[in-house]
């Protein structure tokens, strides 16, 4: 049974600076089938990576998708304000990370 | 533009059951594999389960499986999930979501959820 996990569990950052993620599969998984998701408080999970690096349609370029084989990154360049939520990864359309929650510092 | 609407939601009792419905508009509905994800009050997402555009594959997490039943009525675009036996631990927000056609397997459009409550 796949599992992801992903760290760390919290993130504190200011506002203009870098957010790194992890997601880390508990046995090699195809790239092509991995996946990043934003969930802001209330809202349904929002699309940003798709195929480990694609960024889907309107995701701005501060997000960036990298890795392959067990491990990958979710890079955020400079957080706007509107980044701060919890970030999942996904692979192979089911199994979800139990996600990173990027807050303010 | 692409609308996913979860309705069927509510409290339901332990050992009870529930059909939730996702009606979608402004894709051809009978081109996409579809999802269900659920989200217990305060946690992670949990895939639930997936049916392919004609239902003829169908998957279901080991959580669910024997429990809960996906099924789809292209004509009417609407994606259902008969949930039975029902325990306190189906409690969450049950999101449909629709996967990508572009062979990634990624989500790529979301409903905004219905909530499911199993208490006595």
């Known amino acids: 049974e796949l599992v992801l996990t992903q760290s760390p569990g919290t993130l504190s950052l200011s506002p203009g600076e870098r957010a790194t993620l992890s997601c880390r599969a508990s046995?090699?998984?195809?790239?092509?089938?991995l996946a990043w998701y934003q969930q802001k408080p209330g809202q349904a999970p929002r699309l940003l990576i798709y195929?480990?690096?694609n960024r889907a349609t309107g995701v701005p370029d501060r997000f960036s998708g990298s890795g392959s084989g067990a491990d990958f990154t979710l890079t955020i360049s400079g957080l706007e304000p509107e980044d701060f939520a919890v970030y999942y990864c996904?692979?192979?359309?089911?199994?979800f990370g139990p996600g990173t929650k990027v807050d303010i510092k | 533009q692409v609308q996913l609407v979860e309705s069927g939601g509510g409290l339901v009792k332990p050992g009870g059951s529930l059909r939730l419905s996702c009606a979608v508009s402004?894709?051809?509905?009978?081109?996409?594999?579809m999802s269900w994800i659920r989200q217990p009050p305060g946690k992670g997402l949990e895939w639930v389960s997936y049916?392919?555009?004609?239902?003829?594959?169908?998957k279901y997490a080991d959580s669910v499986k024997g429990r809960f039943t996906v099924s789809r009525d292209n004509a009417k675009y609407t994606l259902y999930l008969q949930m039975t036996s029902l325990r306190a631990e189906d409690t969450a927000m049950y999101y449909c979501?629709?996967?990508?056609?572009?062979?990634?397997?990624?989500?790529?459009?979301w409903g905004q959820g219905t909530l499911v409550t199993v208490s006595s």
């Open positions: 049916i392919s555009t004609t239902s003829s594959h169908i």
């Open positions: 402004a894709f051809t509905f009978s081109d996409y594999y």
């Open positions: 046995q090699t998984v195809s790239s092509t089938y």
């Open positions: 195929g480990a690096s």
């Open positions: 979501a629709r996967y990508d056609s572009n062979g990634y397997y990624e989500l790529d459009f």
């Open positions: 996904q692979q192979s359309g089911s199994t």
